[in-house]
């Protein structure tokens, strides 16, 4: 079993910065790429941002491009979300999720495109809540 386990959200105010973690954790796994969801009260959970593990390409959402960096730490098996410039809109839950490698599975793999969607991650974090106050 695989556990993904957030840390380092907390309450912020506007234009301040915050950095995310996710530890990667259990039974070996090759991971494709791994991403951050966010999910707003009232609302669904949306991506914001994935890194493939090996290559370390990078795919945003329009709304954090330019404020927001992925990236991840093979050797440690953790990834990170640096997060500047903060809004009250950034307030939501943020997941962390992996993609698993499987190109008997996944076609988009071979492609080298990073997954945007929430059925294309095998593993989930529980979450952590980041506060943005204006």
């Known amino acids: 079993q695989v556990q993904l386990v957030e840390s380092g959200g907390g309450l912020v105010q506007a234009g301040d910065s915050l950095s995310l973690s996710c530890a990667a954790s259990g039974r070996p796994f090759v991971s494709y790429a791994m991403g951050w969801f966010r999910q707003a009260p009232g609302k669904e959970r949306e991506f914001v941002a994935a890194v493939t593990w090996r290559g370390g390409s990078t795919v945003y959402a329009d709304s954090v491009r330019g404020r927001f960096t992925i990236s991840g730490d093979i050797a440690r098996n953790t990834m990170y979300l640096q997060m500047n410039s903060l809004k009250p809109e950034d307030t939501a839950v943020y997941y962390c999720?992996?993609?698993?490698?499987?190109?008997?599975?996944?076609?988009?793999?071979?492609?080298?495109?990073?997954?945007?969607?929430?059925?294309?991650?095998?593993?989930w974090g529980q979450g952590t809540q980041v506060t943005v106050s204006s």
């Open positions: 999720a992996a993609d698993v490698n499987d190109y008997s599975r996944n076609d988009y793999q071979k492609l080298g495109a990073l997954p945007r969607v929430e059925a294309q991650y095998d593993y």
